[in-house]
C-alpha cells in the first residue's frame, strides 16, 4: 500500500522536463537501437548501465546537498582524493600482508576518511559557519585535488591488489557488473529515507523553508551538514568503484563528474531553490545521459562533442523548470 | 510528547475551571521590547485564562505582532516578567513554546511550499511505526482534523498549489494537529470566505470549550462581537485597557485604539484643488483584487484610501505605478492615457510610488543614501549627463539637502540604509520623491515601522507636496492617519469601492461602518 | 572579530578591514621577500605585475558578475575559445593580407566572440531567468568543448611577430605591455562603475532587483550587459595570455575561473552583490600572484598551490561574511 501511495497520491508538479524523462529514455533507447542495432548487444547494454551507476550514485549525493539548498562542487576532486587514498591505503595494508576481504573493508574504509572529513568540513562550514554552499565546496574542491595530485605527484598509484580489482572492479553476478548491484543499494538505502523516515522530510523541509523548519523544531545545522557528508561519502563509494575499474589510484579520476553530477540533478528535476528532488529521477537521469552519450560515441561523435551536448541538455532543462516554476507562480 | 488530537481527546485543563478563579495560562508583566531605536513594547501587561478568547486589538504597528513572537519565542524580551503555566520564562524557544503547548497561526507563511498538506501538518511530529513512517495512520488523522475543521483540503495535495485561503486552512490545521493549551491566532480570517470563516469561529467557540485560552488578533468587529471574552487594545507599543466583552462598545474599541490626542498630531493641510491629474477607470486586477475601481485626483488635494488589509487598495496604486498587471480599465495622466508598461514609464510619466515593503522593493539596503534618493532620477540633467555620466557633485549637495530638510539622522553623508533606523529608512525613500519633477504622489502605507517623530516628520512632507499643487494619494490601514491627512477618502473592502466620504462625513464611525457594514456596503455602491 | 574593534564607529570599524588586505599583500611580499630575495628583485617583481595583470581581466570580469548578485563560471571557457579563434583569425588573415591587418583581424574577432558569450549567458540570465550558477556551468561546458572542437585538441601556432611584441614583449608608458592594459581598463572600469549611470544601476540592481526595478531601471537589460562586459574583459584577459604564450590554446582558460573568483571575493567583492570596486580585483589577483610566484620561488610543490588556493577562497568568503555581519 505505501509504496503505491508514493506514486498514486501525490499531486504532480509542473517540473518541467521531468514529467517526460521516462519518455524520453524510452525515446532516446529507440532512436538509438534503430540507428545503430549494436545498441542493443549485452555488453553495449550492460557498458551503458556501469556508467548510468556510476551516475547514479554520485548525483545522489549531489541531490541530497541541491534539496538542502545547495551544491557540492567539490564531488569531483573527491572522486580523485578517495582514488589515490583507497590505492595508498591498500597498497600499504597489502605490505603488512593482509588479504581477501578483511584488506578489502579495511582498505576501502580507510579510503572513506578523506572523503568523509572533506564532506564534514563542507558541512560545517556551510552549517555553521553560513558561509556560501558555492565558495565553500569551490576551496574545498581545490584543497582536495590539490592534495590528490601532490600524494601520487602525478604519476597514478599501480600495484593494487587483484583481489580488489577482481571483485570491486570487474565482478559480475548473474552477468551484470557489481557496480549496479552497489548502486542499487545506494538508490533503495535514499529511497527509503527520502520516503520511509522522518529524516527525509526534514531535508526537505530544510530546503523548501529553513525558518519554517527551524521553528517547528527541527535541527536544521545537523540536516544541512548531513547532507554535505552524504554527498562526499557516495562521491568516495564512487572513487573505489571507479579506481577498481581502472585499476589504479589516479588524482585525476573524476574530473568531469562534477559537472556531470549537476547535469543529471538538474535535469531529474531537483530544484536549485531548494526543497525538491527524488532519487528514483536520479536514476531515469543517469540512464537517459548515459544512453545519450553511448549512442554519441556509437555515431562516432568525437568525445570532445559530448561536453557540448551536455552543456546543452542542462541548459534546456534549467529553462524549463525556470518555465515551470514561473508558470506556477503566477497563477498561485 | 504523544502527539494527540486535541479536537478528541481532553486536554489537560479540565473544562468549567474558567472564571476569574482560575490561574492565568500566561502573563505577562512590565514587558518592554525596542528594534535598534526603535521601542516596540512598553510596559505592556497581558494574561490569558484557560477557556476564554482574549482578543488583541489595534492598529498596525501598534504591537501586537511582537507580543505574539515573544509569547511563543521567536523573540526575547528586553526586560518585564513572562510567566507561562505557572512558570517563570526566562529564554523560550520556539521548539520549546510549541513543546510546552502553545500553538500559533501566522500571519507570515510558515508552510514548506513544496511538501504535502499532510506532510505539513505532520512536519517535525510524523508518526512511525517501528521507523517507518506511519503514512496511512497519519493520512487518517488529517483528513480527521480536516473534516472537523470543515475544511475542503485533500491531504496529499502540494502547498504550492493552493490558494491563500486554502494555505491559511493548513496554517490552521496545523496549530490544532499536536495538543495544545494555548492557541494564538494572528487574523486568521483575513483571506478566508465567509463560509470559511463561520467554521473556523464555529470551531473556535468549541475549542473555547474545551478549556484552551485562545489569542485572537483581528480588526473584524462582527468576529470581536461573537467570540471575545476579553480585549486588549493596545496603541504605539504600549497597554491602553483590557476590558470585558460587555464594556466594549465599537465606538469606545475605536477610541481606545485610535486615541484621542490624535487630532492635534495631524498638520491641518489647505486644500486648494487643480486640474484632474490622475484619472483611473474602471480598474479591474487579476483574481479579483481589484474590481471596477475609478477615481480621480486633482492637484493639491490628498486622496485618502482606506480599508482592511487586503482589500486591495495596494493593488490599485500599484497597478497604476504599473507593478501590478491591470485585467481592465484605464489609467490617465493630466488627460493622457498611460498604457502600461511599466514603473519606467509611470515615472516619466510623473508618478512617484513610494512601497510599504522598504525593505525589498523601496530600497537598496547596502548602497549610499545618495544612490537610494537618486535612483529614480539617473536619467534626469540634474544628475547625469544625457543618462550616462553621473553628477557626483550634484547627487552630493543632494543628499546633504534631503538629510537636512529631512532631518534624517545619519553618522554621515556616506551612510547606507541598513544603518538607519526605520523612520530614517522611510525617509530616505521618500527623498526620491524630490530627486525629480513628479506631479502625482502615491504612498502606500507611508508610516508602518516608523516612530512618532519620523511619522510627523512625513506628515508634513505630504502637506508640503499637497500646497505645492502636487496630487496626492495615501493607502494606509492606519485609519486615523488616512481620516486626518485627506480632503476626500475612499474606503475599499475586498477590491470594490463602497464608500467616498468628504469633509465632515468623513468619521470613523462611518469609514468602519463601510469597513464591516455589508447593508452600508450596499447602499454606499453606487457612489463614484 | 576581536573585541578592541567592537567599540570603534562603524565607519572606522570599516575603514580597518578595508585597509586588512593591502597589508596582508604588502605583508606577503615582505615575507617571502625575507626568506627569499629573489621575491623582490625588479625581474621578478616586473613578472609578479605581469602575471597579476593578465589574471587581473579575468577577476574584473568576475566583480562584475558578482555585483549583479551573479557568476560567471564561464570566464575560463571564454579564454580558451577566444584564444582559440583569435588565433585562427590572425593566422588567416596575416597569410592573406599581412600581419597588421591580421592582428586587428584576430582582436576584433576575439572581442567579438567574447562579447556574444557574454549576451549568451546574459540573455540566459536575465531574460531566461536562469540561475547564474547553472547557466554559466552550461555555457563553460559548451563553449570549452567547442574550443577544443574547433582547434582539434591543438594548439595554433604561427601567430604574427607584431602581435606577441606588441602585446607581451613590449613596454607601453613604462610598464610591460600587459600592466599598462591592465591599469587603463582597469581605470576606465572603475569610471564606469563608479561614476555613470549603467555602473550605478549594477550596484542597484545587485543589492535589490525588485527596489531597482520598482525605481523605473532596466533591470534585465543592465543585468545582461553585465554579463556581457565580463565577456569582453574575459576576452581581453585571454587576446593577451595568448600574446604571452604565444599560440592559441584551447585549454588557456580551463584552470582560471576557480582564481578568478577567489581573487575577486578576496578583494571584497561580495556574493550577495551590489559591493566591490575595482581594487577587489586588482589587489585581490596581486594576492594569488603573488602566492603563486612565491610559493615557486621557495620551491613548494607546485601541486600544493590550488590547495592554499582554495584555504583563500574560504577564508575569503569567510571574510565576506564578517564584513557582512559587522556592518
Known amino acids: 500500500m505505501t509504496s503505491l501511495a508514493l506514486f498514486r497520491g501525490r499531486t504532480a508538479v509542473p517540473l518541467g522536463l521531468v514529467a517526460g524523462l521516462p519518455l524520453m529514455l524510452v525515446a532516446a533507447c529507440v532512436l538509438t537501437a534503430l540507428y545503430e542495432p549494436r545498441f542493443l548487444r549485452a555488453a553495449n547494454l550492460m557498458n551503458v548501465l556501469r556508467n548510468a551507476s556510476f551516475l547514479s550514485v554520485i548525483s545522489a549525493g549531489q541531490m541530497m546537498v541541491m534539496i538542502v539548498g545547495g551544491f557540492d562542487i567539490s564531488v569531483g576532486a573527491v572522486v580523485a582524493l578517495t582514488s589515490v587514498g583507497t590505492a595508498t591505503a591498500l597498497v600499504f595494508l597489502a605490505g603488512w600482508g593482509l588479504s581477501g576481504i578483511g584488506l578489502l573493508v579495511l582498505g576501502c574504509l580507510a579510503g572513506l576518511v578523506p572523503a568523509l572529513l572533506v564532506g564534514l568540513c563542507n558541512g560545517l562550514l556551510v552549517s555553521v559557519g553560513r558561509i556560501s554552499p558555492f565558495m565553500v565546496t569551490i576551496g574545498t574542491m581545490s584543497i582536495a585535488s590539490g592534495l590528490a595530485a601532490h600524494f601520487t605527484g602525478g604519476s597514478p598509484i599501480y600495484g593494487l591488489p587483484p583481489f580488489f580489482l577482481e571483485t570491486l572492479g570487474n565482478g559480475r553476478l548473474a552477468g551484470v557488473p557489481g557496480v549496479v548491484f552497489f548502486a542499487a543499494a545506494v538508490v533503495l538505502a535514499l529511497w527509503y529515507l527520502q520516503c520511509q523516515s522522518r529524516g527525509g522530510r526534514y531535508f526537505n523541509a530544510v530546503g523548501g523553508n529553513e525558518k519554517a523548519a527551524r521553528q517547528t523544531g527541527i535541527d536544521t545545522r545537523t540536516y544541512i551538514c548531513a547532507a554535505y557528508v552524504i554527498s562526499a561519502l557516495l562521491a568516495g563509494l564512487t572513487g573505489i568503484l571507479l579506481t577498481a575499474r581502472v585499476g589504479s589510484g589516479e588524482a585525476t579520476l573524476g574530473a568531469n563528474l562534477m559537472l556531470q553530477s549537476i547535469s543529471v540533478a538538474v535535469i531529474a528535476g531537483v530544484s536549485l531553490k531548494g526543497g525538491v528532488g527524488k532519487v528514483q529521477n536520479i536514476v531515469l537521469s543517469s540512464l537517459f545521459l548515459s544512453v545519450l552519450s553511448n549512442a554519441m560515441s556509437l555515431a562516432r561523435i568525437d568525445s570532445k562533442y559530448h561536453v557540448i551536448v551536455f552543456g546543452v541538455v542542462v541548459l534546456i532543462a534549467v529553462w524549463a523548470e525556470a518555465r515551470g516554476t514561473r508558470a506556477e507562480g503566477s497563477d498561485a | 510528547m504523544m502527539p494527540v488530537l486535541s479536537l478528541d481527546t481532553t486536554l489537560p485543563c479540565e473544562p468549567g475551571s474558567q472564571g476569574k478563579a482560575a490561574r492565568p495560562l500566561l502573563q505577562l508583566d512590565g514587558i518592554c521590547k525596542s528594534f535598534g531605536g526603535f521601542q516596540a513594547l512598553t510596559d505592556v501587561t497581558f494574561d490569558l485564562r484557560p477557556g476564554e478568547v482574549h482578543v488583541l486589538f489595534g492598529e498596525n504597528g501598534a504591537g501586537k505582532s511582537t507580543l505574539i513572537q515573544i509569547l511563543c519565542g521567536v523573540q526575547k524580551f528586553d526586560s518585564g516578567r513572562y510567566e507561562l503555566f505557572g512558570q517563570d520564562i526566562a529564554g523560550l524557544s520556539p521548539a520549546e513554546a510549541r513543546r510546552r503547548g502553545i500553538s500559533v497561526v501566522f500571519q507570515e507563511f510558515s508552510l514548506i511550499p513544496e511538501m504535502t498538506v499532510e506532510e505539513n501538518l505532520y512536519l517535525g511530529h510524523e508518526l512511525t511505526r517501528a521507523g517507518r513512517l506511519d503514512k496511512s495512520e497519519m493520512r487518517t488523522r488529517v483528513r480527521v482534523v480536516l473534516d472537523r475543521l470543515g475544511f475542503d483540503l485533500s491531504p496529499a495535495a502540494r502547498v504550492s498549489g493552493l490558494r491563500r485561503a486554502q494555505q491559511q486552512m493548513v496554517e490552521i490545521a496545523k496549530a490544532l494537529l499536536l495538543e495544545c493549551r494555548v492557541l494564538v491566532l494572528d487574523e486568521p480570517t483575513a483571506s478566508l470566505t465567509d463560509h470559511e470563516a463561520g467554521q473556523l469561529l464555529a470551531m473556535v467557540e468549541q475549542l473555547r470549550g474545551e478549556g484552551l485560552g485562545i489569542i485572537y488578533v483581528s480588526h473584524r468587529m462582527a468576529e470581536i462581537d461573537r467570540l471575545a471574552d476579553r480585549i486588549t487594545v493596545l496603541r504605539d507599543g504600549r497597554h491602553i485597557a483590557t476590558l470585558p466583552r460587555e464594556r466594549a462598545s465599537h465606538g469606545e474599541l475605536v477610541e481606545l485604539m485610535t486615541g484621542r490626542t490624535f487630532e492635534k498630531f495631524y498638520p491641518e493641510i489647505r486644500r486648494d484643488p487643480g486640474p484632474v491629474r490622475l484619472r483611473i477607470e474602471g480598474l479591474s486586477l487579476p483574481r479579483g483584487l481589484a474590481k471596477n475601481v475609478s477615481f480621480e485626483v486633482r492637484g493639491g488635494e490628498v486622496l485618502g484610501l482606506a480599508g482592511l488589509a487586503g482589500c486591495g487598495k495596494s493593488e490599485v496604486i500599484r497597478a497604476a505605478f504599473g507593478l501590478e498587471k491591470s485585467s481592465g480599465g484605464k489609467i490617465e495622466i493630466g488627460g493622457r492615457r498611460l498604457y502600461h508598461h511599466g514603473p519606467r514609464e509611470a515615472i516619466a510619466a510623473g508618478i512617484c510610488y513610494l512601497p510599504s515593503d522598504r525593505s525589498r522593493e523601496g530600497l537598496a539596503m547596502h548602497q549610499s543614501i545618495g544612490a537610494n534618493a537618486t535612483m529614480a532620477a539617473l536619467d534626469v540633467p540634474k544628475f547625469s549627463r544625457r543618462g550616462f555620466g553621473l553628477r557626483l557633485k550634484a547627487e552630493r549637495a543632494f543628499t546633504s539637502e534631503i538629510v537636512d530638510r529631512l532631518k534624517i539622522r545619519t553618522p554621515d553623508l556616506d551612510a547606507t540604509p541598513d544603518q538607519l533606523s526605520g523612520g530614517n529608512k522611510q525617509k530616505v525613500m521618500i527623498a526620491r520623491g524630490m530627486s525629480r519633477d513628479f506631479d502625482i504622489y502615491l504612498f502606500d502605507e507611508p508610516t508602518v515601522g516608523v516612530d512618532v517623530q519620523a511619522k510627523l516628520q512625513i506628515y508634513d512632507v505630504i502637506k508640503a507636496l499637497a500646497e505645492s499643487g502636487k496630487a496626492v494619494v495615501v493607502a494606509s490601514s492606519e485609519l486615523a492617519e488616512v481620516l486626518h491627512l485627506s480632503h476626500r477618502l475612499l474606503v475599499m473592502r475586498e477590491g470594490r469601492i463602497v464608500g467616498l466620504l468628504e469633509g465632515a462625513e468623513a468619521t470613523e464611525d462611518a469609514v468602519l461602518s463601510l469597513f464591516f457594514d455589508k447593508r452600508a456596503a450596499k447602499e454606499e455602491r453606487g457612489i463614484r | 572579530m576581536p573585541k578592541s574593534l567592537e567599540h570603534t564607529p562603524i565607519r572606522q570599524r570599516d575603514a580597518l578591514l578595508q585597509l586588512a588586505l593591502p597589508v596582508i599583500t604588502l605583508g606577503m611580499f615582505v615575507g617571502f621577500g625575507l626568506v627569499e630575495p629573489a621575491m623582490l628583485s625588479a625581474a621578478n617583481v616586473a613578472n609578479v605585475l605581469k602575471q597579476g595583470a593578465l589574471f587581473f581581466f579575468l577577476a574584473a ?181 595568448t600574446a604571452q604564450i604565444g599560440s592559441g590554446e584551447p585549454n588557456l582558460g580551463t584552470n582560471l575561473v576557480l582564481g578568478s573568483i577567489a581573487a575577486a571575493v578576496v578583494g571584497g567583492a561580495s556574493l550577495r552583490g551590489g559591493k566591490g570596486t575595482v581594487l577587489a580585483p586588482a589587489l585581490g589577483s596581486l594576492l594569488v600572484i603573488g602566492l603563486s610566484v612565491g610559493m615557486n620561488l621557495l620551491q613548494i610543490n607546485g601541486q600544493l598551490q590550488p590547495v592554499v588556493i582554495g584555504a583563500i577562497l574560504i577564508l575569503g568568503a569567510a571574510f565576506d561574511l564578517l564584513r557582512a555581519r559587522t556592518r
Open chain 3, 61 to 241: 570580469a568576475q566583480l562584475v558578475a558578482l555585483i549583479t548578485r551573479g557568476f560567471d563560471l564561464s570566464v575560463g571557457a571564454c579564454v580558451s575559445l577566444v584564444s582559440v579563434v583569435a588565433s585562427m583569425a590572425m593566422t588567416t588573415v596575416t597569410v592573406a593580407a599581412g600581419p597588421i591587418a591580421g592582428v586587428a583581424a584576430g582582436i576584433a574577432t576575439g572581442l567579438l566572440v567574447g562579447a556574444v558569450i557574454g549576451a549568451i549567458n546574459g540573455a540566459l540570465v536575465a531574460y531566461g531567468k536562469i540561475n547564474p550558477f547553472v547557466a554559466t556551468l552550461a555555457t563553460m561546458s559548451i563553449f570549452g568543448g567547442l574550443s577544443t572542437t574547433i582547434s582539434g585538441g591543438f594548439p595554433i601556432f604561427d601567430l604574427p611577430r607584431t602581435f606577441t611584441f606588441a602585446f607581451n614583449e613590449a613596454w607601453w608608458l613604462f610598464l610591460p605591455a600587459p600592466v599598462t592594459m591592465a591599469v587603463l581598463v582597469g581605470m576606465a572600469l572603475h569610471f564606469v562603475l563608479s561614476s555613470t549611470a549603467p555602473g550605478r544601476v549594477l550596484y542597484l540592481l545587485g543589492d535589490s532587483p525588485a527596489a531597482a526595478h520598482a525605481a523605473g531601471l532596466r533591470v534585465r537589460l543592465h543585468l545582461c550587459l553585465a554579463y556581457v562586459a565580463s565577456g569582453l574583459l574575459a576576452a581581453l584577459g585571454g587576446l593577451l595570455m
